[in-house]
Structure formats: structure tokens, C-alpha cells
């Protein structure tokens, strides 16, 4: 612990000892230094440097060389560039010092604990300036007695040093002051200067690392003069229209300096300059006609001047002046052509004659009039047609032949030699062959083949191809040993059509036609495809082609491209020049997905997508299914129709059942005292032998309901329901119904109601003539307690006359026991009765009556039938209500008194189809 203490108080000591300040108030000498002391190194080289340490830090601090550490900007430096010279000196070696960087530091490690810089130098590493090269003067004029001398030079390479320049020129026995460079290292421009001297020029380079000199440049001045332009320069026109004169004045005076010129000139809106030859304007002067120009064309000038003999520098090019030659008559006749119109006319022509105006180089001036002459070479007695034009077309109405037009341009001096266009009557002549195109760079090349004949001239037409306008017609002429020309001014991604004809002597080849693009580009858009029709296994797809303005190409080809939802897609190619595509071995009842691709040769578009379901069943299917369906059920309605036919009474008797008409009803024709009428004879018995078979009477409790089963109570029901049935079906016996009640019928909820309804009777007797259901029907009487009286038209003219006493005798011809046994009521309601024995010729017919207390009663059966008096009586069933039991009575011997005898209609013989009261 003290050792450790020990070593910090000697390092704070040391720190002191180097940092402390003296007595008179400096710093104390450092511990050591360096040498050499801020050296300037050659980039490259080898460096060493050394670090000695004081004396008088060595037994204070216990300071020596070996704890030195050199460090480059606080990098330490190797050990292996160290050398421990003696106990005060160390020294570090650079093989390179490129890689020298500063400062460099000697540092002391005290202690072996605590590190402190002793000293540091800054080093710097350059370069020795190299020779200048490349020195050059130019004298330049100022004004017009004005010079200065610039001089020029390369000062090589980069130092890395502050390197001084000095431009140095002198006399042979005179050194003029020194040229100092301002801001720059390569320059230096002397303003004393003398002609017709030689002076001696050179340049100097000096920094840390050494000294350079230029070669010397000897010269005198006035050779390396650069003089002003030409100042006031003008130009006017000449006599002739192909010359323009140019004037000027000169700078120098002839006195120091002959000069010699350089004229140039351009059309104006042109960018080539034409220089008039150096010989013609190599000698003193002011002025100078430029000759060979244009007529009526306006140029540009330019002029500049240099020392004669050549030696020096040319002046800058003056200021542009402008000048205009004269008017000359055209050199060149217009181009002509035609576009014929036959469809007007089989026997005439709509000649549209069109041609280009002349260059402005051709024309020579401006064009007045165009004169149109046409001459018919089919009729040489037909006069010349002339026609005076100032535009650049003109239409005919010429008849069909051949003729010959001739076209004339016209300025303010003169005539254009005549532009000749031949117009045969038929294009007989050969065409050319192989017409193709080919793009090059911003233009299209049209490239054909000769026709074996000799051929004056082609004609190019061309024009843009449009799905909204017509082709507006662009022509152009080439002359007959041509075999291709350029087309300029086309655009790309659009489509041309270019026709070449022919021209002969003596007539014109027909045009060859083809269509080009100058560059191709994919479709702005794809096609829209739609369904034109689909089936259960196929779809027919239609689409209209692309306008011109959406290709941007040649379309190469269509891609059809579908699937379902789930499926993989499917690709199908089209011919470009179709419309319409058929898919197949499609699924039914299936949703599909459809697009279409259009593609060019460079690139394809992908128009909407377009679903469609396929049918569920294929052409002809439904029609194979409906059709038998549809027959069968016509066959089933017509052997239906057929068997209702057949069975059309059986069907009528159980929808449309006979109602009988009361109005011929033989109950009017009833009369007690006579009987006879019935003919009870045993000849033709009322009732033959087996007619009764087994006749029942039944009673029934109201209140008793509970004693019988449902299925015992079921006739009674359906009973009920035809009741409410038959209320319906009236047939009027002094004004009310034979088939109900003339008084309100009494509902099935009614049945529970107290005795106090009984007093109410049914209207007639129930005569049970056909069975019930599927019961045998038997011929029976029944008493009826109705008091509904006979309708008029129902009462016989004798029973009128009769009067009271004939009333009385009807009612004796049947006694009714009314009052027996209507007390009984404890009578079981189902009582078997006696078998009926076959009647005999006086007997009596017995008869039931059947009393329904609050309610009418209801016929057991209707319809009669043929064979109904054979058949048997089973089990008649009879509703009985409010306790009146049913039961047969029998008619007695002894006929009761008019007072006795109820107040009722007299029941009537029931004959086979006859009517039966209720």
C-alpha cells in the first residue's frame, strides 16, 4: 500500500518539476526536445528524429531514454523504429514519410505508471516545384494604341507546399521587374510592353524544397499580336441577285500592323458557316463582294483580321450582320401530282391536282400565280385549257382520257421552267416490286424494286391512317434511278400507308401499297370481349379489333385467356384478323373467368375481365324432357276425359245429385178416400216379396251419449253433416223446403239445450228409400207431423171442391197413434225389430215416424234407382234427440175422428224414382 502511494507522489512530482514556474515568473526549462525542430520533409523520403531529455530531469524524476514513447498524432509509433542512443537520447526512423503525419511527440512514461509528453514538432511533407512548361504570350489590343501582354504556362505538379511563381523577361541589357501571379499559379499579364524588340521570357518556381525555371521564350511582341475585329461592318445589296457586298473599318493603322480578313456567311435559320477563300481577301481593304449567293435569300455575315503574313492570332469574328440578295425568276418548276375521284361519273373524272411550293432557294423571290394548262392527248383538235391559281391546288372536271397538264410558277421577274404531269386514261404500266419499309433512326426508309422499263420518276404517297378522319395524302418525287428514299416528319407508334407508282414517258404503273410504322409500342388498351352466346359446354366469344390510334403496332396476335374460380388458367391464341372464338369442353352450370390479350411486337395489354356461367342443361335437353312430360300428362287428361265420359252419370250423381221439383210432386194428388191409388192389388204388389228385409228402430237418449262408442256415434255425425248439407237444396211446398225445416235449424252446439225445443217437429216424414252409405235401400212410410201447408199449385182442383168434408176423409184415410208410448223414454236408444213377412193384398203398410226435437231432419238417402225395390233394409240408422225414441207404428183398422187426428201432411206412397218428402 505505501509502495503504490510512493509512485503517485513521485509522478505529481515529476508533473511539477516540468510544468512549475520559475522565480522570475517563466516557464522552467523543458525535460528535453527534439531536433529537428519543425522540419520540411521531400514527400517519400527517410526521416529521423531524436529526443534528448535535460540532465537535470534525470535524478529528480528517475527519467531515461528507454521509457520515451513517439507517437503521430497520437498513434504510437512502433518499437521497432526506435533507437535508445545512450541514457538521454532515443531516436524514431521513417522509412516513408508519406505516411508521416503531424504533430510528432516524445512522450515519457514515469514510473512506468503515469505517460507525459516531453515534446512535439510539426512536419511537413511536400514536393520540389518541377520546371514550368508550355510558356506562351499573346499581345492583345486594347484600343487602338493600347497593348498588354498575357503569358501562360503549366505549373506541374501539385507541391503541397506554398510554392511562389514569377513571370521574369528582360532586354538583352535591360531586366524588367518581375511578374507576381495573383490568385492563381499559371498566369501573368505585363503591361509595358515594346514592338520590334526581342525580349527574352521565362518563368520561376520556388518553395521550401528546392527551385525551378521555365525554358526562356524569345519574341518580340508585334509577332504575337491578337488585334480588335473589324468595327462598322455593313452589307448591302448588288446589281446582280447573287452578290452582296460587305464594308468595314480597321483598328490598326497600316502604319503598325497589314492585316489580312476572313469573311464568313450562313443563310439565316441555318447553322453551317461557308468562309469566302483566304486568297481572295488576303491584302489590304475595307470592303469585299461576296458573289455566288441566292436569290432573294437573306445571309448572315462575320469578318475577322490577323497580321498578314500569318504570324500572331486572329481577332475575334465581328458582330453578325444581315443582308438580303434580289428576286430572280424561279430555277426550279413545282412538283405536281393528281388524286382521281371516279365516283361520281363512269364517264368522268374529278381530277384534284395538287403540287408543293417551291423552296424559298427555287422560287427566288415570291411566287405572284400558278398557270394550270391541260391538254387532251386523246382529241387533238381540243383547245389548251389555262387556268390562273395562287393556291397550291386546283380541281377538274374532265371527261375520261388522257392528258397532259403543265404547271408554271410565276414571281415578280419571271417564269418557272413547266412541271409536265402525264394523266393516262388506265395505269397499264408495270409496278414496282418488293415495296417494304425499314425505320432508321427518326426516319422510315421505303425501299422497291425497278420495273424492268425505264422509269422518269416515282411518286411516294403517304399518309396517317385514321379510324376517325380521312388519310389527308403526303407525296413526294424521286427521281427514276432511285430505288428507296427517306421519309421525314413521320411518328412513331402511328400507322402509315405508303403507295409508290411508277411514272413513264409515256404513261403510269400502277401503286403498290403497304403499311409501316417509324416505331412500335405495346396497345394503349386491350380488347373488351363479350359473350355472344352460351351453351352448356361452350361459349362463343366476340370482340371488336382495336382502333389504329390503340395498337401502336402491328397486332401479331390475340390471347384468350379463361378460368373458373378455382381452376388453372387457360390460354388460347386467335388469329389477329378475327372477331369471334368459340371456348369448348367447358363445365356446365360452371363460372368463368375471361380476358384478352392483344400483342404487338413489342409488348401485349390485358383488356377486363369477363365472367359468364355456362347452362345447366345443353341445347335440346329441356325440349327432350318437357316434350314426353307434356304428352304424357295430354294422354292422362284425355283417358280421363274419356272415363269421365264414360262414367258421366255416376259422376253426375254423386257432384250434381237429382233434386226433386215440388211443383210436380204427387202429394197433391193425395186423397184419403182414395186409396186405390197405390194399387195394393197381389198382382202388382206395392212392395214385393223380399223388399223388407230387416227394418230396425232405433232410440237414442240425448243424455246418453257417454253409453256408445265412437264408433257406434259416427253414422250420427256424418248424419249431422248432411244436414247442414241438404238445408241448402229447397224446393218450396207452400213456401218453404221439402228438405228442411221451416224454422230455424238448431246447430250442433244445440244439442245440449233443455226440452223446451222439442215442441219443434220436422216438416215431413223421412221416407229411407236408398240406403245410407253402402246400406241396401228399402221402400218405407214415415209419418211426418209437419203443419207447412200444401202449396196451392199443389192441391188438385177436386180436393177444392171437395171442401171441409173431403178433408176430413184424407185425414181417415191414415190413423196416427200419436200419444203411444211417447212417454216411454227409457227405451234402449238400438232396438232390433221384427222381420217384416211378405204383405198381403189388404194389409196395411206400416210406416216409421221419426221425430227430431229442436231441429229438422235430414234425408237418409236420395236418388232413386231401377233396381232399388229389390233391394234390402239393413240397419237403418235414425237420429234421435231430446229423448223421442224412433220406432215403427202400424196403421189401425178403425180410423180416428177428424178431432183426433193430428194436424199433418199425409205421408205418400214412395214408388221407384218417385219424390220424398222431408
Known amino acids: 500500500m505505501f509502495s503504490r502511494w510512493n509512485w503517485v507522489a513521485c509522478g505529481f512530482c515529476l508533473v511539477l518539476n516540468i510544468c512549475s514556474p520559475d522565480a522570475s515568473g517563466g516557464l522552467v526549462q523543458s525535460c528535453g526536445h527534439i531536433i529537428p525542430e519543425s522540419p520540411v520533409l521531400a514527400l517519400g523520403s527517410n526521416f529521423t528524429a531524436l529526443c534528448i531529455l535535460n540532465e537535470s530531469c534525470l535524478d529528480f524524476g528517475n527519467i531515461y531514454a528507454n521509457q520515451i514513447i513517439w507517437k503521430i498524432k497520437n498513434r504510437v509509433v512502433p518499437k521497432e523504429q526506435y533507437h535508445e542512443i545512450n541514457r538521454t537520447v532515443s531516436s524514431v526512423t521513417f522509412n516513408d514519410t508519406s505516411s508521416l503525419a503531424t504533430p510528432l511527440t516524445c512522450n515519457i512514461l514515469a514510473d512506468g505508471q503515469i505517460e507525459q509528453n516531453i515534446y512535439g514538432i510539426t512536419v511537413t511533407v511536400g514536393l520540389a516545384p ?116 460587305l464594308s468595314w473599318e480597321n483598328w490598326i493603322s497600316d502604319a503598325v500592323m497589314t492585316l489580312k480578313f476572313n469573311i464568313r456567311y450562313r443563310i439565316i435559320g441555318d447553322t453551317n458557316w461557308m468562309e469566302v477563300p483566304s486568297e481572295d481577301t488576303a491584302s489590304r481593304r475595307t470592303s469585299f463582294s461576296v458573289q455566288g449567293l441566292r436569290p432573294y435569300t437573306e445571309y448572315v455575315f462575320s469578318i475577322r483580321c490577323m497580321k498578314e503574313d500569318g504570324v500572331g492570332y486572329w481577332s475575334d469574328w465581328s458582330e453578325e450582320k444581315t443582308g438580303i440578295t434580289t428576286e430572280d425568276q424561279p430555277s426550279e418548276g413545282p412538283s405536281i401530282w393528281r388524286i382521281i375521284d371516279e365516283s361520281h361519273s363512269p364517264a368522268s373524272w374529278t381530277v384534284h391536282l395538287m403540287w408543293k411550293a417551291l423552296k424559298p432557294f427555287e422560287a427566288n423571290g415570291v411566287i405572284l400565280q400558278y398557270e394550270v394548262t391541260v391538254r387532251d392527248k386523246s382529241s387533238l383538235s381540243c383547245p389548251l385549257k389555262k387556268y390562273n391559281v395562287t393556291s397550291t391546288n386546283y380541281t377538274l372536271q374532265l371527261p375520261k382520257g388522257t392528258y397532259e397538264v403543265t404547271l408554271i410558277a410565276r414571281n415578280g421577274v419571271g417564269a418557272s421552267p413547266p412541271s409536265v404531269l402525264l394523266i393516262p386514261e388506265s395505269n397499264s404500266k408495270a409496278p414496282v416490286k418488293n415495296l417494304r419499309t425499314l425505320p432508321k433512326h427518326d426516319k422510315l426508309w421505303v425501299g422497291w424494286t425497278a420495273p424492268n422499263s425505264y422509269v422518269l420518276k416515282y411518286v411516294i404517297e403517304w399518309c396517317l391512317v385514321s379510324s376517325s378522319s380521312d388519310c389527308i395524302i403526303e407525296w413526294q418525287i424521286a427521281l427514276g434511278d432511285v430505288e428507296g428514299i427517306d421519309l421525314k416528319g413521320i411518328k412513331p407508334f402511328k400507322c402509315y400507308l405508303i403507295t409508290v407508282y411508277p411514272l413513264y414517258a409515256d404513261g403510269q404503273g400502277s401503286g403498290q401499297s403497304v403499311k409501316a410504322y417509324l416505331k412500335q409500342d405495346r396497345p394503349s388498351k386491350g380488347p373488351t370481349v363479350q359473350t355472344k352466346k352460351v351453351g352448356k359446354a361452350e361459349a362463343v366469344l366476340t370482340w371488336n379489333h382495336l382502333t389504329v390510334e390503340e395498337q401502336n403496332g402491328f397486332i401479331r396476335n390475340y390471347t384468350i385467356l379463361y378460368k373458373t374460380i378455382d381452376g388453372n388458367e387457360t390460354v388460347v391464341t386467335v388469329d389477329p384478323s378475327k372477331t369471334e372464338y368459340t371456348l369448348s369442353s367447358l363445365t356446365s352450370d360452371t363460372l368463368y373467368t375471361v380476358r384478352m390479350m392483344a400483342s404487338t411486337d413489342n409488348g401485349s395489354r390485358t383488356g377486363p375481365d369477363f365472367t359468364f356461367t355456362t347452362q345447366k342443361f345443353g341445347k335440346g335437353e329441356i325440349e327432350a324432357i318437357v316434350v314426353p312430360v307434356c304428352l304424357a300428362f295430354l294422354l292422362i287428361v284425355l283417358l280421363g276425359v274419356l272415363f269421365c265420359f264414360n262414367k258421366r252419370d255416376l259422376i253426375k250423381k254423386h257432384i250434381w245429385p237429382i233434386v226433386p221439383d215440388p211443383s210436380k210432386s204427387n202429394i197433391a194428388q193425395w186423397s184419403p178416400q182414395v186409396p186405390a191409388k197405390h194399387n195394393f192389388n197381389s198382382k202388382d204388389q206395392m212392395y214385393p216379396e223380399g223388399s223388407f228385409t230387416d227394418v230396425s228402430v232405433v232410440e237414442i237418449e240425448a243424455d246418453n251419449k257417454k253409453s256408445f262408442s265412437e264408433q257406434d256415434l259416427k253414422p250420427f255425425d256424418l248424419l249431422k253433416k248432411e244436414k247442414s248439407t241438404s238445408e241448402g237444396h229447397s224446393s218450396g211446398i207452400g213456401g218453404s223446403s221439402c228438405m228442411s225445416s221451416p224454422r230455424q235449424s238448431v246447430s250442433d252446439s244445440d244439442e245440449g239445450e233443455t226440452t223446451q225445443n222439442t215442441s219443434s217437429t220436422v216438416q215431413y216424414s223421412t221416407v229411407v228409400l236408398n240406403g245410407y252409405r253402402d246400406q241396401t235401400p228399402v221402400q218405407v212410410f214415415s209419418r211426418s207431423e209437419s203443419t207447412q201447408p200444401l202449396l196451392d199449385s199443389e192441391e188438385r182442383s177436386e180436393d177444392h171442391a171437395g171442401g171441409a168434408d173431403s178433408t176430413v176423409q184424407r185425414q181417415q184415410y191414415f190413423r196416427q197413434n200419436g200419444g203411444q208410448d211417447e212417454t216411454n223414454t227409457d227405451r234402449p236408444c238400438f232396438e232390433r225389430t221384427k222381420q217384416i213377412t211378405h204383405a198381403n193384398e189388404g194389409d196395411l203398410v206400416g210406416f216409421v215416424q221419426l221425430q227430431v226435437s229442436g231441429q229438422s231432419s235430414q234425408p237418409l238417402g236420395l236418388g232413386m234407382e231401377k233396381n232399388t225395390q229389390e233391394a234390402a233394409l239393413s240397419n237403418v240408422l235414425q237420429t234421435c234427440t231430446e229423448g223421442q225414441a224412433v220406432r215403427p207404428e202400424t196403421v189401425e183398422e178403425n180410423p180416428l175422428s177428424v178431432d183426433d187426428m193430428p194436424k199433418s201432411y199425409l205421408p205418400q206412397t214412395v214408388r221407384q224414382g218417385g219424390y220424398m218428402p222431408q
Open 130 to 245: 518541377e520546371k514550368p512548361k508550355n510558356l506562351s504570350c499573346i499581345v492583345h489590343q486594347m484600343s487602338r494604341f493600347t497593348y498588354v501582354m498575357n503569358c501562360t504556362w503549366n505549373p506541374g505538379r501539385h507541391t503541397f507546399l506554398d510554392t511562389q511563381f514569377r513571370l521574369r523577361y528582360s532586354w538583352p541589357e535591360e531586366l524588367f521587374p518581375d511578374c507576381i501571379p495573383k490568385g492563381v499559379n499559371n498566369s501573368c499579364t505585363v503591361t509595358d510592353i515594346q514592338f520590334f524588340v526581342n525580349t527574352v521570357i521565362w518563368v520561376e518556381a520556388e518553395n521550401a524544397l528546392g527551385k525551378a525555371e521555365s525554358d526562356p521564350l524569345v519574341v518580340d511582341p508585334i509577332d504575337i499580336v491578337k488585334p480588335l475585329s473589324p468595327r462598322n461592318v455593313s452589307v448591302s445589296s448588288g446589281i446582280l441577285p447573287t452578290v452582296l457586298k
